[in-house]
């Protein structure tokens, strides 16, 4: 349940930013990419709630891989485009804890998007593989 309360955070936090017209997204963002954007964010939090609710990670590692593939997509288009400004990503906060975020400029923030893209070309297959495995290993004691 934490990583669902820290992504709707997020998502929330750059929500704000969009709505208050910030500069951290550039006039190239454009209403796709806040499909993708915001999409890709709300939508990262629906494993761990059904996860939560049902208490069962291997039927959700399907809905997992999905979302992971969606990442992919989703980071090789903001690498390619990239319609931020993170000289802005502090905007949002209060000015006395903005120095949090200061550091993280552009190339630090494509950076961090690629250590993501390789993240989930990992996960992909990792986690496909982990849901085969555990479903064999379920269905063998159950008949």
């Known amino acids: 349940m934490a990583g669902v309360v820290i992504g ?6 750059f929500l704000d930013l969009y ?7 550039t006039s190239d963002f454009d209403d796709l990419d806040a499909v993708l954007f915001f999409g890709i964010a709300f939508l990262g939090v629906v494993p761990g ?6 208490g069962r990670k291997n039927s ?3 809905l997992d891989v999905a979302l992971s593939v969606g990442v992919l997509v989703v980071l090789a288009w903001f690498l390619y ?3 931020f400004d993170f000289a802005y990503l502090s905007e ?3 000015e006395s804890i903005q120095f949090l975020l200061d550091w993280i400029g552009n190339e630090e923030a494509k950076a ?4 993501g893209l390789v993240v989930n070309l990992v996960l992909v297959p990792y986690t496909t593989a982990l849901f085969f495995g555990v479903r064999r290993t379920l269905t063998g004691r159950t008949g």
Do not use: E, Q
Request: aromatic share 16%; glycine share 6%.
């Open 60 to 62: 959700v590692r399907p």
């Open 49 to 54: 709630l059904i996860k939560a609710i049902m």
């Open 112 to 115: 961090i998007m690629a250590i």
């Open 19 to 25: 709505n208050s017209g910030s500069d951290f997204f």
């Open 8 to 13: 709707l955070l997020l998502a929330w936090y």
């Open 92 to 94: 949002g906060l209060p």
């Open 81 to 83: 485009a990239f319609p």
